[in-house]
C-alpha cells in the first residue's frame, strides 16, 4: 500500500487548497478512504470520511461547510477541497486507509497565515 498526498502549501486566510492522495497497492474502489491532520501541538483528528464509491461522506464539525472530500476511482485518487481557510486549518493533513491495519502517507503540510 502507497499514499502519496500533494496540493499543500501557504494560502491566505479564507483562500482555497485542493488536497490530492494518490493511493497504490490495493483495490482503490473497494474502500473507504479518510483525511486526517495534525496541528503543532496536538493529537491527529478525522477532518473527512467518503465511503466506497463516495455513497456517504462525513466531516468534523469544524470544516463543515467549508471542505468537501471527493474520490476518483479512474485515477485512484482522494481529494480535499478546503475553502474559507482559517489559522487554525493550519497542520499537516494526511490521507488514511483502515483495511485491517491503519495505512498512513507521509502528510502535506497547509499553512493558514497572512
Known amino acids: 500500500v502507497q499514499l502519496v498526498e500533494s496540493g499543500g502549501g501557504l494560502v491566505q486566510p479564507g483562500g482555497s487548497l485542493r488536497l490530492s492522495c494518490a493511493a497504490s497497492g490495493f483495490t482503490f474502489s473497494s474502500y473507504a478512504m479518510r483525511w486526517y491532520r495534525q496541528a503543532p501541538g496536538k493529537g491527529r483528528e478525522m477532518v473527512a470520511l467518503?465511503?466506497?464509491?463516495?455513497?456517504?461522506?462525513n466531516y468534523a464539525d469544524s470544516v463543515k461547510g467549508r471542505f468537501t472530500i471527493s474520490r476518483d476511482d479512474a485515477k485512484n485518487t482522494v481529494y480535499l477541497q478546503m475553502n474559507s481557510l482559517k489559522p487554525e486549518d493550519t497542520a499537516v493533513y494526511y490521507c488514511?486507509?483502515?483495511?485491517?491495519?491503519?495505512?498512513w502517507g507521509q502528510g502535506t503540510q497547509v499553512t493558514v497565515s497572512s
Open positions: 467518503i465511503t466506497s464509491a463516495g455513497g456517504s461522506t
Open positions: 488514511m486507509l483502515r483495511r485491517g491495519f491503519d495505512y
